[in-house]
């Protein structure tokens, strides 16, 4: 039996491929197959195009998905940046927050971060594996294939290393691809009793080490902000770990602006955040590698505005968009349902959001992902309807019925 699977007809097929990485994007420019059908071997797409032709062409293939109504395939969603191996849960930080204390109040008071490093440290592998693959589940349900998780929530050697094994063995357990990275470097812990650059320097000899010998990532992040690490002390620690070929991005600009003009400055691959980002960094966004990551869930959870990205992409940056799902800042955890509100907030046109959770989050990984080409591993999201503007248009609402993963076609039907 041949391997070839045919998948379609697709009332509209959009590929993302070839997209320009930066600026601005008119709905016009999106690709666009009517009658798609998209040719899948060994996991690989092998050939896009006019379903009925690919059927003629290709009589060994297994067809799959016809008669099943109107149907628009997109790549699958790429969430560039989120916080899903946790444990226990911060509903009082919420509570506070909406009587009116910042969160930069919770975090100095003791609560915040340090509360679910506390319960992260103090929960089984298993049980950081049981809830990191449940949220993978959930991401899944919305047509995600790839999420980075961050660590973050161990602050010492043994949990971020237990932290990212965790992450890399639920790897192997979901069908999405999940890409760890390194956030040793969230907050100076309770704990510690030192300078932060004592912390960080630690972080670099003694963490990275066995990072990098059982190749458990290759990203690392920082947190910029006042309460956390300031930007003399982060520029030396990027300049470190890129010494060890390792990707930066950096939490920037959230409550205060400084942290992603340095992460321009070191060429990291992204700056996430932005909410507080001033003029001169929109303008520094322009065409440059580090792209400028938004996260609409943190605007929502803490009740503050979103990252200026109708101005970044006017500007020519690479915006990307993505959950920043976490316990504290970032309860929800529904990309589809944010990227929808803050394009409507902040007048994105379809393609811009749609290019801010595929292929442009994928640039901010640096992985070939988030577009349908040929050669491109089988990563598509299929929705019921016959106008890519629905997914939007219902803010969250309208589900994929499929995703499919290489040789797989989950339905969730
Ligand atoms: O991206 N701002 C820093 N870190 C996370 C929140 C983490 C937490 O509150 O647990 C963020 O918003
Ligand atoms: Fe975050």
Not at 96 to 106: P, S
Not at 277 to 287: L, Q, S, V, W
Not at 314 to 333: E, F, Q, T, V, Y
């Amino acid at each position: 039996m041949s391997d070839k699977k045919l998948y379609g007809p697709f009332t509209q097929l959009i590929t993302m491929h070839a997209l320009p990485l930066h600026g601005s994007l008119k709905d016009e420019e999106l690709p666009v197959t009517e009658y798609g059908g998209v040719l899948v071997e060994n996991g690989y797409v092998t050939a896009i195009g006019n379903f009925d032709t690919l059927k003629d062409e290709n009589p060994d293939s297994k067809m799959l998905l016809e008669g099943k109504g109107p149907l628009t395939a997109i790549p699958g969603l790429v969430d560039c940046h989120t916080h899903i191996c946790w444990a226990g849960e911060r509903s009082k930080d919420y509570a506070m927050r909406v009587e009116g204390k910042t969160y930069l109040e919770i975090a100095k008071s003791g609560g915040g971060i340090a509360d679910t490093v506390e319960a992260t440290r103090n929960a089984s592998d298993e049980e950081l594996l049981t809830g990191l693959l449940e949220r993978a589940d959930r991401l899944l349900k919305i047509g995600i294939t790839v999420a980075e998780v961050k660590s973050g929530y161990g602050l010492n050697k043994e949990d971020e290393l237990r932290i990212l094994r965790v992450i890399n063995k639920a790897n192997e357990q979901t069908p999405l691809e999940l890409v760890p990275t390194f956030l040793g470097a969230h907050i100076k812990p309770k704990d510690f009793i030192g300078p932060h650059e004592d912390y960080l320097k630690i972080l670099i000899e003694e963490v990275m080490p066995v990072i990098k010998k059982e190749e458990l990532c290759e990203r690392a992040d920082i947190f910029v902000e006042e309460g956390a690490f300031d930007i003399k002390m982060a520029d030396k620690y990027i300049r470190s770990l890129q010494d060890l070929d390792m990707q930066v991005t950096v939490h920037a600009d959230q409550f205060h602006p400084g942290g992603a003009k340095l992460a321009i400055r070191n060429k990291c691959v992204s700056a996430d955040h932005l909410e507080n980002t001033d003029a001169e960094t929109i303008e520094a966004f322009a065409n440059r590698e580090t792209v400028a990551v938004a996260l609409p869930g943190a605007s929502l959870g803490l009740g503050m505005q979103q990252a200026p990205c109708r101005k970044l992409l006017d500007n020519d940056a690479c915006l990307a968009i993505a959950s920043d799902w976490n316990p504290g800042s970032a309860p929800m955890g529904d990309l589809l349902t944010q990227a929808s509100i803050l394009g409507a907030s902040e007048k994105l046109s379809i393609s811009e959001t749609l290019a801010g959770v595929t292929c442009r989050a994928a640039f901010a990984l640096r992985m070939d992902a988030g577009v349908i080409h040929v050669g491109s591993r089988a990563r598509i999201a299929v929705f019921p309807t016959d106008d890519v503007r629905n997914i939007f248009y219902h803010q969250g609402q309208l589900k994929p019925i499929y995703t499919i993963i290489e040789n797989d076609c989950i339905s969730h039907g």
